[in-house]
C-alpha cells in the first residue's frame, strides 16, 4: 500500500457539456487549439479552429444527441463508474478530470489537492501518442505543478490490459462472426514522423513496424499493431487492423475503417465484429461512428451484420487492473511532479 496519502485521478479526452450546437462548437474549439492536435502555429491554429469548429458543431451535436445519457453523456458516465469502482474497492480519495471540458484537471485538483499529498493518474490512452498522452502530461504539470504526480505508462502491451480485452472479444464475437476488425483511433502521419526524433525510420516503409528501433517507444502506429498481434493471438477469427475518425484534408494512419469494412463486404464477409482497443471506454467515435455510420458503410456494400464489442469500461478484468495500479509503488509509474 502507498506510505503517502493517495489520491486517484481518472482521466479521459473529454466531452461536450451537452449534445448542442453551442457546447459542442466550445468543446472543439478546446481540443483542436490544443498544439498538440493540431500542430499549426498559434493564429493560423486559431483561424482554422474557429473554421472547423462552426462548419462541424451542427453535425457533430446531431451525433452526440443519439448515444447521450441523461448524466452527461457516456464518456462521463464510464469515467465516474470507474472511479466508484476503484473508491469503493480501495481506501484512496478518487476523483474524474478530463483534458478537454468537464469535469477538468482543475475541478480534480481541487477535489484531491485538501486530502492528498501524492496523485496517480489512470493514463485512458493504452497507446503513446503526442495528441492523447503527452498532452495530458503536460498539462497535468501544470495543473498539479506544486504536487507529487505520477501518471501509468503507455500499457499497450501490458498482459493483463491483453487478457482484459481478450476476455470482452471472446464474450461478445458471436459464433458466426466471419471476421474481426481492430478499429483503432487514427492521427496524422505527421504526428507519427514528428514523434520519430531520428527521422529515418518511421513510415520510410511499409514494414517500418516490424524493424525494432529506439522510437517505438514513442510511436502510437507501432504501439497500436502490437496491440492487434496480442488479441489476435487470442480470437479464433480472421484479423484485420484499420484507424479511424479522421479530421480534415491531411493523410492520417491508413488503411481508413470505412474503406476496409465496405473491402471487407466486397469480399465476402458478411458478420464482421468491430473492437477498439486505442479507447478504454465507449464514446461517440464507438457508438456514433462504428455503431451508425461504419455500420451502415458495410451493410451498403454487402454486409449482413456489424456487431460493436464494447470497450473496457467498468469490465472486471479492467477494474481489477486498475486498482492494481492504484495501489502499487509510484516508481512502477511515470512521476510527473515531485512535490
Given at each position: 500500500?502507498?506510505t503517502?496519502?493517495?489520491?486517484?485521478?481518472?482521466?479521459?479526452?473529454?466531452?461536450?457539456?451537452?449534445?448542442?450546437?453551442?457546447?459542442?462548437?466550445e468543446?472543439?474549439?478546446?481540443?483542436?487549439?490544443?498544439?498538440?492536435?493540431?500542430?499549426?502555429p498559434?493564429?493560423?491554429?486559431?483561424?482554422?479552429?474557429?473554421?472547423?469548429?462552426?462548419?462541424?458543431s451542427?453535425?457533430?451535436?446531431?451525433?452526440?444527441?443519439q448515444?447521450?445519457?441523461?448524466?452527461?453523456?457516456?464518456?462521463?458516465?464510464?469515467?465516474e463508474?470507474?472511479?466508484?469502482?476503484?473508491?469503493?474497492?480501495?481506501?484512496?480519495?478518487v476523483a474524474?478530470?478530463?483534458?478537454?471540458?468537464k469535469?477538468?484537471?482543475?475541478?480534480?485538483?481541487?477535489?484531491?489537492?485538501?486530502?492528498?499529498?501524492?496523485?496517480?493518474?489512470?493514463?485512458?490512452?493504452?497507446?503513446?501518442?503526442?495528441?492523447?498522452?503527452?498532452?495530458?502530461?503536460?498539462?497535468?504539470?501544470?495543473?498539479?505543478?506544486?504536487?507529487?504526480?505520477f501518471?501509468?505508462?503507455?500499457?499497450?502491451?501490458d498482459?493483463?490490459f491483453?487478457?482484459?480485452?481478450?476476455?470482452?472479444l471472446?464474450?461478445?464475437?458471436?459464433?458466426?462472426?466471419?471476421h474481426?476488425?481492430?478499429?483503432?483511433?487514427?492521427?496524422?502521419?505527421?504526428?507519427?514522423?514528428?514523434?520519430?526524433?531520428?527521422?529515418d525510420?518511421?513510415?520510410?516503409?511499409?514494414?517500418c513496424?516490424?524493424?525494432?528501433?529506439?522510437?517505438?517507444?514513442?510511436?502510437?502506429?507501432?504501439?497500436?499493431l502490437?496491440?492487434?498481434?496480442?488479441?489476435?493471438?487470442?480470437?479464433?477469427v480472421?484479423?484485420?487492423?484499420?484507424?479511424?475518425?479522421?479530421?480534415?484534408?491531411?493523410?492520417?494512419?491508413?488503411?481508413y475503417?470505412?474503406?476496409?469494412?465496405?473491402?471487407?463486404?466486397?469480399g465476402?464477409?458478411?458478420?464482421?465484429?468491430?473492437?477498439?482497443?486505442?479507447?478504454?471506454?465507449?464514446?461517440?467515435?464507438?457508438?456514433?461512428?462504428?455503431?451508425?455510420e461504419v455500420?451502415?458503410?458495410?451493410?451498403?456494400?454487402?454486409?449482413?451484420?456489424?456487431d460493436?464489442?464494447?470497450?473496457?469500461?467498468?469490465?472486471?478484468?479492467?477494474?481489477?487492473?486498475?486498482i492494481?495500479?492504484?495501489?502499487e509503488?509510484?516508481?512502477?509509474?511515470?512521476?510527473?511532479?515531485?512535490?
Amino acid at each position: 500500500m502507498p506510505t503517502r496519502r493517495r489520491g486517484i485521478l481518472i482521466t479521459n479526452l473529454g466531452t461536450p457539456a451537452a449534445p448542442t450546437r453551442g457546447a459542442v462548437k466550445e468543446y472543439l474549439e478546446e481540443f483542436l487549439m490544443d498544439p498538440y492536435v493540431i500542430t499549426l502555429p498559434g493564429p493560423l491554429r486559431y483561424l482554422l479552429v474557429k473554421a472547423i469548429a462552426k462548419r462541424r458543431s451542427v453535425q457533430s451535436a446531431k451525433a452526440y444527441a443519439q448515444i447521450w445519457t441523461s448524466s452527461g453523456g457516456p464518456l462521463r458516465d464510464h469515467a465516474e463508474s470507474l472511479a466508484q469502482c476503484v473508491r469503493a474497492s480501495t481506501s484512496l480519495f478518487v476523483a474524474v478530470g478530463m483534458r478537454y471540458g468537464k469535469p477538468s484537471f482543475e475541478d480534480a485538483y481541487r477535489i484531491l489537492k485538501p486530502a492528498c499529498d501524492e496523485i496517480l493518474v489512470i493514463s485512458a490512452y493504452p497507446q503513446y501518442a503526442d495528441s492523447t498522452y503527452k498532452s495530458t502530461v503536460e498539462r497535468l504539470k501544470d495543473v498539479f505543478s506544486d504536487t507529487r504526480t505520477f501518471i501509468t505508462r503507455p500499457y499497450f502491451e501490458d498482459p493483463a490490459f491483453a487478457d482484459a480485452h481478450a476476455t470482452l472479444l471472446k464474450a461478445h464475437i458471436a459464433i458466426d462472426v466471419d471476421h474481426l476488425l481492430l478499429s483503432f483511433h487514427g492521427v496524422p502521419e505527421l504526428h507519427i514522423r514528428k514523434a520519430d526524433l531520428s527521422r529515418d525510420h518511421c513510415l520510410k516503409g511499409d514494414d517500418c513496424c516490424e524493424i525494432p528501433h529506439p522510437t517505438q517507444s514513442t510511436c502510437y502506429r507501432y504501439q497500436c499493431l502490437r496491440t492487434a498481434a496480442l488479441l489476435s493471438d487470442a480470437v479464433a477469427v480472421p484479423t484485420t487492423v484499420a484507424f479511424q475518425s479522421r479530421l480534415g484534408p491531411a493523410s492520417w494512419l491508413k488503411p481508413y475503417t470505412v474503406d476496409k469494412v465496405r473491402e471487407l463486404a466486397e469480399g465476402g464477409v458478411r458478420n464482421l465484429a468491430v473492437a477498439c482497443p486505442s479507447f478504454i471506454s465507449d464514446n461517440i467515435e464507438t457508438l456514433y461512428e462504428i455503431g451508425f455510420e461504419v455500420r451502415h458503410a458495410f451493410r451498403e456494400a454487402g454486409g449482413q451484420r456489424l456487431d460493436v464489442v464494447p470497450c473496457l469500461n467498468e469490465s472486471q478484468k479492467w477494474v481489477d487492473l486498475v486498482i492494481k495500479w492504484a495501489l502499487e509503488d509510484g516508481d512502477n509509474h511515470v512521476l510527473l511532479n515531485d512535490s
